[in-house]
């Protein structure tokens, strides 16, 4: 009996082994532990540890967008977020990716930072056009915020030379309009940003609406910019909802990902998204709309089976 016993605790000793080794552990590459990367990405990675059979998951450090593209490229990380125009390039071998197409597909885009123009309540400034001979701050030298700024400028008719131009990082912009030294500011970040909050309590601010042209002359001079739309009451005295557009943030993987575990993470992403809100509101813009109208590069194969699995209809362009 008691030689039974010894054999039937190592059988089962055995397998718990076997078990463990079995338990496969995913990389998320996300950004540094001040952004919203880190936050979302570690919420998703708890999310896989716990509701998907057979899988770990840890959120990684990381230089952020470029970097995580050669992650997911060489297979050293399994999923990563990075910017839509990043992903565009990496996938289409252009801008920083010149000449070398990486491996990369998207799984979803989980939320945007738009583009935010604000200006005083009682500056008379309602668009783009009544920018013209103002003083406006593009955002710091080289930002992200300016890229955006001119390629929404110039695809409408406009450039530096209608204006006088500061370059002003998103506090700088944001003291500068509180103290009259502006007139109007760019801002190309994850709604709400605490700036422009802080701004809001201080003085009566307004945020130019884009009219529909404006939006699609945008989208024609940079494929990855989306319609979006920030929601009234998002700023304080801002009680309208207002129209423009966002560069989406995508979660992305390598098309060796097998099918059956990108279909798994994305079905977990959208059917638990309330525990991702409950991490950091980012992710209220994390839906199925925002997902397929935002996408810049084509979707996972598993991507692709759950959302035709819940009735939407996946576009061409999205499709491998």
Known sequence: MRRISKVLCA???????????????????TGGTGGVYYPIGGGLAELISRHI???????????????????????DSDM???LADTVY??????????????DVLALASIYPNAVQIVTLADSGITS???????????GAPGSGTELNARALLESNGMSYDDFSVQRLNFN???????????????????????????????RDITMISL???????????????APYTLRAGLYEGVDKAIETVGIPNVLTVNSGMDEE???????????????????HPAANDTTVEFSLVSTPIPLHPGAIRYYEEIGVSVPDRLKP
Not at 17 to 24: D, E, N, P
Not at 90 to 98: D, I, K, S
Not at 269 to 278: G, K, P, T
């Open 11 to 29: 059988a089962a000793l055995m397998v718990s082994v076997s078990a463990v080794q079995a338990q496969q552990n995913l990389s998320i590459a």
């Open 53 to 75: 059979d057979g899988y770990t998951a840890v959120a990684e450090v990381t230089g952020a967008s470029v970097e995580n593209m050669g992650l997911i490229h060489r297979e």
């Open 80 to 82: 990563a977020l990075a």
């Open 89 to 102: 390039q990496a996938y289409n071998g252009t801008g920083q990716f010149e000449g070398r197409k990486l």
């Open 128 to 138: 783009l056009a009544d920018m013209k001979g103002k003083r406006v701050s593009v």
């Open 172 to 202: 700088e912009t944001a003291d500068a309009l509180r103290d009259g030294d502006i007139d109007a500011g760019f801002w190309s970040v994850g709604p709400p940003t605490s700036s422009i909050l802080s701004l809001a309590t201080t």
């Open 211 to 225: 009219g529909l042209s404006e939006i699609a002359n945008a989208q024609m001079a940079e494929p990855v910019f």
């Open 261 to 279: 575990l990108a279909y798994q993470v994305t079905k977990l992403l959208f059917e638990r998204v309330e525990d991702l809100r409950a991490i």
